[in-house]
């Protein structure tokens, strides 16, 4: 017995991907454009938490199979939803009423699993700065740190004994 309104039970074998309930909040049903290191993509927030296009970040990376793509990333990390449940006009451009959404982390999956020249710069920025600062400081920032005031002698040596033991440390976890 079917039930009216409820998902088909048929999906495409190779579609890993779970409905969104159509009941979103307002706040949530709000797109946005994010203009980043790859490029410009739409943003849905889902929970305080940003869900990208699909679709976007394959043109972005310049990946001919958004499908594919998405089976870079886990089933959580990726979401099918109605075009109909936000506020624009633009997801519903290519007369497809259903969109993929992916999670921040399953944008990272994908970006450094792809082999596209495009993901280079970013997979790079991860493996090479990011992972290894985090090892060595416990921390990323982009930020720098501000300076101690030289002209107070006792902050700039608490200064300079607290990045002595930053680095004695970073030196001893690689040794070990």
Known sequence: MKTQGKPSESKKADENTSDVSSNLPAAQKEVRKFDGML????????????????????????????????????????????????DSDDLSESGNSRITLISESGLYRILAKCNLPKCEPFESWVFDEVLPSIRQTGSYSVTTP???????????????????????????????
Not at 70 to 84: F, N, Y
Not at 146 to 175: G, K
């Open 39 to 86: 490029g410009s993509v739409r943003v849905v927030m889902r929970e305080n938490k940003p869900w990208f296009v699909a679709k976007d970040v394959a043109a972005c990376i310049e990946h001919s199979d958004t499908s594919a793509m998405c089976k870079l990333c886990r089933d959580k990390d990726k979401v099918v939803a109605s075009a109909r449940d936000f």
């Open 146 to 176: 501000a300076l101690p005031d030289f002209t107070n002698p006792a902050e700039a040596a608490r200064a300079w004994a607290t990045e002595y033991e930053q680095r004695v440390t970073a030196q001893r976890a690689l040794s070990a």
